[in-house]
């Protein structure tokens, strides 16, 4: 008998014990801190030089505008490696497309990797990596 009181005893003594540690480390409702929001300060640009970009994300036909995606798919499709050899420039006050030499070589190659594979991407993106 003497067994069961001292076991009884023990477990609620640990019972007590949890829940003063479990009462000492919730928050009471009028003590809850909310953490600070962050701020960020956008830096500033001038509207032309933010908007001037390619108003198409793939291909060979290139334009420059104002009305430029803000966001473009990751996909990859043929004569998007000529467009590192052009940019738009607002800096004439005006976005204009400038290329590169480079640019019309690549937009040839492509064209003719194009007219030559006809309906056969996986052989015109093969040809495309050689120009």
């Known amino acids: 008998m003497k067994r069961t009181t001292l076991f009884a005893v023990s477990v609620i003594g640990l019972l007590i014990a949890a829940l003063l540690v479990a009462g000492c480390t919730t928050p009471s409702p ?3 801190k909310t953490p600070p929001v962050p701020t960020m ?10 908007s ?18 803000q966001v473009c798919t990751m996909e990859y499709r043929l004569g998007d490696k000529c467009r590192q050899y052009a940019r738009c420039d607002s800096s004439g006050g005006s976005c204009t497309l400038i290329t590169d030499p480079q640019f019309s070589t690549c937009k040839s190659c492509v064209e003719q990797c194009a007219a030559k594979s006809g309906s056969n991407a996986v052989s015109a993106f093969e040809c495309e990596a050689a120009c």
């Open 30 to 32: 009028g003590n809850v």
């Open 41 to 50: 300060s956008l830096p500033a640009v001038t509207p032309d030089a933010s």
């Open 52 to 69: 001037c970009g390619f108003t198409t994300c793939h291909g060979l036909d290139l334009a420059c505008g104002a009305n430029a995606p």
